[in-house]
């Protein structure tokens, strides 16, 4: 077993949900919780998600490979992805990407030599009027993203990073 006791609990929670036939229904929740304590899905995390539910390895794989939410390779412990979905470009999003690769000194699918942050392009985030939209982890949204306010999270990402 990798992940810790209360991962696996946590998957018990989600596992009620639904009938105890359709275990397949939880994949991505435990996929979710996985990478919320790992960072990201290795082979081995996803084989023992797969094992946990009794699903074929494969059928865990596929899903964690489908969503640009799972991380199947290592990113830094802050993953800023910013929308560039045609709303949002024409709304400053390529601009705030292109702000925040010469800001952090990376590409995209790049991680920060300190290891803090990684780089990457999203899809539609469903709140194009408050463009340019980035995700911080897959889980908070931030909008309306100014120089001056990309500035701002990245220092404060930077002090919480450090004194963790």
Not at 72 to 81: C, D, E, L, M, Q
Not at 138 to 150: A, L, Q
């Amino acid at each position: 077993m990798l992940l810790s006791e209360q991962a696996y609990q946590r998957i018990d929670r989600e596992l009620t949900k639904y009938p105890p036939d359709q275990k397949r229904s939880a994949v991505m929740a435990a996929l979710a919780i996985a990478q919320q304590e790992k960072g990201w899905l290795s082979t081995e995390v996803i084989r023992d998600v797969a094992d946990y539910l009794e699903l074929p390895a494969i059928a865990v794989q596929e899903v964690a490979t489908f969503y640009d939410m799972f991380n199947t390779s290592p990113v830094g412990r802050y993953k800023i992805t910013v929308c560039s979905n045609l709303p949002c470009a024409l709304r400053d999003g390529v601009k705030a990407l292109e702000y925040l690769k010469e800001k952090l000194g990376i590409d995209v699918n790049e991680t920060t030599p300190d290891g803090l942050f990684t780089l990457t392009e999203g899809e539609c985030m469903g709140s194009c009027g408050d463009a340019p939209v980035m995700l911080v982890n897959d889980r908070h949204m931030c909008v309306h993203m100014s120089p001056e306010r990309m500035d701002a999270m990245i220092e404060e990402l930077k002090q919480h990073g450090e004194s963790a």
